[in-house]
């Protein structure tokens, strides 16, 4: 049962360009969602994160969009720079005392290209 | 500020050996956790401790996946024995518990990972 989906395996975009990854989930009970970047050999790393109580949330180059009546949030990455060329990650959590659990999705591997 | 420390990076073994992981988590930090990634998806939970108390462990084979958490800091994660289906990465990560505002989570920070090939 996967709860959080990324449909899209990959996606190549124009340096410059936007870029608009998608994910879906099917819990209603997430009340919080994430998404991390991975570079080979390394780590996922926090890129930037939204509270149910938001519809969007942004930081620098990077925009979530939260629409929660259907279920979905995308990342917003603009311009996209050839260094953004990683496999990003979409994550949710339901509320907890501190500590969260973290379901993830199956990820997009986003290439820039010059 | 020194990040999750893992050990080792790489490690072949054969079907039915032992084997197992170390990671130090950032300094001061509460919570660790332990993920497992198998090609293609994203990572799964195996294992979450506060300090050195297990808060989840639901999702754990526990037949053949053990964890410990010394003294509330580092931590081991073993398997025994391997069954070829285990060849993954498995990612420790760690998180500050605090009062945050409401709406706020604390932010999981992942070690490098150690990729486990069984033969």
């Known amino acids: 049962d996967q709860q959080v989906k990324q449909n899209s395996p990959s996606l190549s975009v124009q340096e410059g360009r936007i870029s608009i990854l998608n994910c879906d989930y099917t819990?209603?009970?997430?009340?919080?969602f994430l998404w991390y970047k991975k570079y080979p050999a390394e780590g996922p790393t926090f890129l930037i994160s939204i509270s149910s109580i938001k519809d969007k949330n942004e930081d620098g180059r990077f925009t979530v969009f939260l629409n929660k009546s259907a279920k979905h949030l995308s990342l917003h990455i603009v311009p996209s720079q050839p260094g953004d060329s990683a496999v990003y990650f979409c994550a949710a959590s339901e509320r907890a005392q501190g500590a969260q659990k973290l379901v993830f999705g199956q990820g997009t591997r986003l290439t820039i290209n010059p | 500020e020194a990040g999750v420390a893992q050990s080792p990076r790489y490690k072949i073994i054969e079907k039915r050996q032992s084997v197992a992981f170390w990671c130090n988590p950032i300094s001061g930090h509460a919570t660790l956790y332990w993920y497992q990634q198998i090609l293609g998806q994203g990572p799964k939970l195996l294992i979450q401790?506060?300090?050195?108390?297990?808060?989840?462990d639901s999702q754990l084979p526990k037949d053949r996946f053990s964890a410990e958490r010394l003294k509330g800091v580092d931590s081991t994660l073993k398997i025994q024995p391997a069954k070829l289906e285990d060849s993954a990465v498995y990612l420790c990560a760690s998180s500050l518990v605090r009062v945050r505002l409401a709406g706020e989570r604390d932010t999981q920070y992942f070690g490098p990972g150690t990729r486990l090939t069984v033969l």
């Open positions: 401790f506060q300090n050195n108390g297990v808060v989840d």
């Open positions: 819990n209603s009970m997430f009340d919080y």
